[in-house]
C-alpha cells in the first residue's frame, strides 16, 4: 500500500507555455501533499504544502502565481508551472502523507520538466 | 533553524564491504528521522525511520539509530552489494509554530558499490 504516482514522467515543453503536473495517492487517503524540486546532484527543496481543499501553503521565495498548486480532491495534487522558462527545468517530485500521527511521506516517482 | 548535515560523497565500496554514512541534525524540537534511497532517475524511496530517541530502524540490512544525546541518525550496512548503489538522503520531520510539520532533507549521500 501507499503507492503515489505522477504524470507525466517526463515533459518537454516550449518556453512561454505552461505544463501541469499530476500527483495522485492510489490506494490511500492524502490529507496533505507536498511538491519538491530537485536539482542536479543536489537535495530536495520544498516548495509548497497543499491540504485537502485548503489553499497551498508556500515556502520562503517560491512564486505563488507562477507554481500553481491545487489540491482538488483527497488523492490529487496538481502542480501548473506557469509561463515556463528554461531555468524552471528540473526534477519535481511530489509526497503525500495520510491523515494521522504518521509524519511519513510516500513519494512519487518524479516528473522531469525540461523547457526549452 | 532545523537542518540536516550529511557526509559528503561520492563513497565508493567494494561489494560486502561494511558502509557507514553519518547524519547529525540540528532541531528545536522533538523530530522524527528518516533514511530515504533514491535510485537513478526515480523518486525517493523510504528506507527506514525512527521516531523517538533509542529507537533503532532497519529494512533489507540497513539501521540507524536515533542518539538524542549526539544528535545523531548514522545509517549503516554490514556488507553492502552492487544493488544498493543509490544516493541516500537523510531527513527529519519537526513541527512548526503554525501547527504543520516541515520536512528538511540533507544534500544526499552517493555510495557506488564495485563487483
Known amino acids: 500500500g501507499a503507492v503515489v504516482s505522477q504524470h507525466p514522467s517526463w515533459v518537454i515543453c516550449k518556453s512561454g507555455t505552461s505544463v501541469k503536473i499530476e500527483c495522485r495517492s492510489l490506494d490511500f487517503q492524502a490529507t496533505t501533499m507536498f511538491w519538491y524540486r530537485q536539482f542536479p546532484k543536489q537535495s530536495l527543496m520544498l516548495m509548497a504544502t497543499s491540504n485537502e481543499g485548503s489553499k497551498a501553503t508556500y515556502e520562503q521565495g517560491v512564486e505563488k502565481d507562477k507554481f500553481l498548486i491545487n489540491h482538488a480532491s483527497l488523492t490529487l495534487s496538481t502542480l501548473t508551472v506557469t509561463s515556463a522558462h528554461p531555468e524552471d527545468s528540473s526534477f519535481y517530485i511530489c509526497?503525500?502523507?495520510?491523515?494521522?500521527?504518521?509524519?511519513?511521506?510516500?513519494f512519487g516517482p518524479g516528473t522531469r520538466l525540461t523547457v526549452t | 533553524g532545523d537542518s540536516v548535515t550529511q557526509m559528503e560523497g561520492p563513497v565508493t565500496l567494494s561489494e560486502e564491504a561494511f558502509l557507514t554514512i553519518n547524519c547529525t541534525y540540528t532541531?528545536?524540537?522533538?523530530?522524527?528521522l528518516f533514511w530515504y534511497v533514491q535510485y537513478p532517475g526515480e523518486g525517493l524511496q523510504l528506507l527506514l525511520k525512527a521516531t523517538k530517541a533509542d529507537d533503532k530502524g532497519s529494512n533489507k540490512g540497513f539501521e540507524a539509530t536515533y542518539r538524542k544525546e549526539t544528535t545523531s541518525f548514522h545509517l549503516e550496512k554490514g556488507s553492502v552489494q552492487v544493488s544498493d548503489s543509490a544516493v541516500y538522503f537523510c531527513a527529519l520531520s519537526d513541527l512548526r509554530t503554525s501547527g504543520t510539520y516541515k520536512y528538511i532533507f540533507g544534500t544526499g549521500t552517493r555510495l557506488k558499490v564495485l563487483a
Open positions: 509526497s503525500a502523507r495520510r491523515s494521522g500521527p504518521s509524519r511519513e511521506q510516500y
Open positions: 532541531a528545536t524540537g522533538y523530530p522524527s
